[in-house]
């Protein structure tokens, strides 16, 4: 049967290129790690029971998209986003959550790379906290990880995937401006700032050894690849 994905965004449109069947990717959570809104939490919550009530893909299997930080943070998104996971389980038979970190990909929204880069060519101070460092994961390699664990048979259980190597945003800032050429940017070093971090110990047993997203090169690629485009994508948009 063909895939249902729920979701018209970045990682949404990435699946319409996935080479599993039968599932149904729910790519309509939200999105923003700072978000407190108890309304934007249950829409999700009520956008879920809908799918899953419908009697057409009802033997399709779930794969839920959550975030690095469910595993340890208690902030209100972190706490929501476990509370899916915990619906997920209660309520579907066959299910695969995934775990992501900051997804790059072509996007003029608001994702961490995306962001950094509209800053720096509004010449906008850029607000770093010192403590503050961060995984990534191309959303290319999100759909193609996705695919191979599905084919590989992991079933009900929450996999974390993602860079093995962690950044600081100052070390992508300055990634990010090399590649651009652009010498001077504006930033503040603030205290504050947490490690995300989740346990990749599952992606590392069951992808080969040699896949890159374990390459310690991974994040200096993955900006280089998409630093540019997404600079032509924001100025196309005029900022």
Known sequence: MPNTIIGKGMIAQAFLKSASNNCIFFCSGVSNSKETSRAE?????????????????KNKTVIYFSSYIAESSTTPYALHKKNMENIIENTCDKYLIIRL???????????????????????????????????????EDVVRITDYLISNNCYNKSISIGSKSSISPLELIRLISNELNINQIKYEL?????????????????????????????????IKKYSKDIKGLLLGDQL
């Open 41 to 57: 939490f249950i829409r999700e919550i009520e956008v879920f029971n809908k799918t899953i009530k419908n009697k057409t893909i």
């Open 101 to 139: 970190p900051s997804v790059v990909g072509l996007t003029k929204n608001n994702t961490l790379i995306s962001y950094f880069i509209k800053m720096i060519l509004n010449n906008k101070v850029i607000k770093i906290e010192k403590d503050a460092r961060r995984h990534l994961i191309d959303v």
């Open 190 to 222: 603030c205290d504050g700032g947490n490690n995300q971090y989740s346990n990749i110990n599952v992606m590392e047993t069951i992808l080969p050894k040699k896949d890159k997203i374990m390459n310690k090169s991974y994040n200096e690629k993955l």
